[in-house]
């Protein structure tokens, strides 16, 4: 017994039973890499779109931080890729955008020593004293020692592993 090829006849049927909203939202996920060629495809993915709201998935908060200043820019480059598409509210959320099957396991925080930790708290002090609003230069701060612990250090080398 031969079975049908329903790969014409299920596509008909998306195409026939999906709203707008699903179908630019496959389009968009379809051509990310094209509309947002580098690091920002690779950090982030269209999660969803309806009543206007595409929501974009990012891998942290750091990535969510840094887009929002780029929302312009994420707008000017959909459009350019759909003409069609109407004007749209933009909205991140951290979720996780990468399968361990594409790019390995997660990496696992590797314990400071209190020696190395002081050192990064000393830079991070350094990176925040530029700043001369006491309320902002705490959050500096603190924004400074999160990087730096990630290891996503603001353009520092990483530290050495030796103690």
Known sequence: MA???LGSMT??????????????????????K????GPVSDHSRPWSYSRNILVIAVDSPLHRK??????????????????????????FRVQR????????????PIPLSGNRLEKIEE?????????SDPNRREAAYRFALVC?????????????SSP
């Open 66 to 91: 840094e887009f929002s200043f780029l929302e312009p820019q994420f707008r000017q480059a959909i459009q350019r890729l759909f003409p069609e598409a109407p004007e749209m509210t933009i909205r």
């Open 34 to 37: 094209r509309c947002f060629p």
């Open 3 to 5: 079975f049908t090829d």
């Open 123 to 131: 830079k991070a002090r350094k990176i925040a004293e530029n700043i």
């Open 11 to 32: 596509r008909t049927l998306a195409l026939q039973w999906a709203s707008k909203d699903d179908l630019f939202l496959a389009a968009l996920r379809r051509d990310w």
């Open 148 to 160: 730096l612990i990630r290891g996503e250090a603001l353009g520092f080398p990483r530290e050495s």
């Open 97 to 108: 955008t990468r399968s361990e099957k594409e790019f390995g396991p997660r990496r696992v």
